[in-house]
């Protein structure tokens, strides 16, 4: 059993709060990305559960076991950093042995041990290899390797690629994923770019100045961000979020409706669309790029810049004020300067409260 549990975990450094009331449950076989920006806890919060930092309160599960004070050896996890030193004069094979050798595991098992890692992650001719003679992403494998080969039930990744180049960095993404398929160990994965936490991920927990956001999906981080700072961190690029008010606007038939007046936007949305707690006052609109349809609609604004990558158009608006971000086919046929017409979905607004930033749509799941 390797379900792994925070409750109410705190970390200060005198008057840094890195890590504030923490409640997380891990379970097992999951692949858990910790996301956020730089500075946010997600480090600290890895190395509490490794043992190398000591909670200032709560209380760290692995399993049935409380670890707060076991010993890093003996809770069973392997840690994998973004600068995965491996011992330069030692072969792969050497350094892929060592976690046994230093455990007092003997040959032959610990030979078996190293090839059954080595075929796992394609290492296989390159044990005699030494680390200088290996590319980055080999590297990282036998790092990876190094971690494994003891069969931790947990194991713990801080940015294992962020010094790699974007081509291995996609590549290793791939291979991850196909690891943890293969071998259904709990995986739990430090990361402030949100493509690897989106693609490899069965739940993100996205954190921001030491506060746990949301802990979901990727698909419900996405699709019913929790609140403000969630629906501005995820998506690339990022939703447009302006500021404005709800309003009531009757309906007569029972049916509570709402209008939003946000900057140059005032837009009926769809019956059904909030939860019971929407009541008229302060709201951020969020829409997503691919919510704006160009071309057509009751609104208008003036096209700014338009990035075009091939297959998209990354297109800036600016409705009387008000600015727009809005991804298009990459052959649309609009340049800087011009008038645009342009349509939202609007059953895919987010709407959220400006006063306690939290999501009002009707869709909002508990996290
Ligand atoms: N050993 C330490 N001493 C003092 N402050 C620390 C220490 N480790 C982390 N911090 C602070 O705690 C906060 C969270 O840091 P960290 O967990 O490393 O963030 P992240 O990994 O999300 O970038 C930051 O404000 C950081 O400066
Ligand atoms: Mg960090």
């Known amino acids: 059993m390797a379900e792994v549990v925070f409750e ?62 076991v010993p890093p050896a003996k809770r069973d996890i392997a840690m994998v950093f973004q600068s995965y030193a491996l011992y330069p004069h030692m072969t792969v094979g050497k350094n892929i042995a060592y976690p046994l050798k230093k455990r007092g595991i003997r040959e032959p098992e610990r030979s078996e041990r190293v090839m059954a890692t080595a075929r796992l992650l394609e290492l296989e001719t390159l044990l005699d290899r030494k680390p200088a003679q290996l590319s980055g992403g080999q590297q990282q494998r036998v790092a990876l390797g190094r971690a494994m080969v003891r069969e931790p039930q947990v194991f713990l990744l801080d940015e294992p690629l962020s010094n790699l180049d974007a081509r291995l960095r996609a590549h290793m993404r791939a291979e991850l994923i196909e690891l943890h398929r293969r071998i259904g160990r709990t995986m739990i994965y430090v990361t402030h770019d949100q493509l690897e936490a989106m693609t490899m991920s069965t739940r993100i927990a996205v954190m921001n100045a030491g506060v746990l956001q949301q802990f979901a999906t990727p698909a419900d981080i996405f699709h019913r961000p929790a609140n403000v700072f969630v629906a501005g961190f995820i998506g690339s690029p990022a939703m447009s979020l302006v500021e404005g008010e709800l309003v009531g606007s009757g309906g007569g038939d029972g049916e509570r409706r709402f209008r939003v007046h946000c900057g140059a936007l005032d837009v009926a949305l769809p019956a059904g669309l909030l939860n019971r707690s929407a009541a008229p006052g302060p709201i951020s ?24 990558t091939g297959h998209e158009s990354i297109v800036r608006l600016e409705a009387q004020g008000t600015p727009l971000i809005v991804r298009a086919p990459g052959d ?34 508990d996290s």
């Open 285 to 308: 609109l969020g829409i997503r790029p691919e919510d704006i349809l160009l071309g057509s609609g009751h609104h208008t604004a003036a096209v700014g810049v338009v990035e075009r």
């Open 8 to 69: 109410k975990v705190r970390k200060t450094f005198g008057s840094t709060v890195a890590v504030n009331d923490l409640d997380l449950t891990i379970d097992e076989g999951e692949f858990v990305s910790l996301l956020g920006p730089s500075g946010c806890g997600k480090t600290t919060t890895l190395r509490m559960l490794a043992g190398l930092e000591e909670p200032s309160g709560g209380t760290i599960r692995i399993g049935d076991r409380v670890v707060n004070s």
């Open 332 to 365: 649309t046929p609009i340049e800087s300067g011009e008038t645009v017409r342009f349509s939202l979905r609007v059953e895919r607004l987010h709407i959220f409260d400006s006063t306690t930033g939290l999501r009002l749509n009707a869709d909002t799941k």
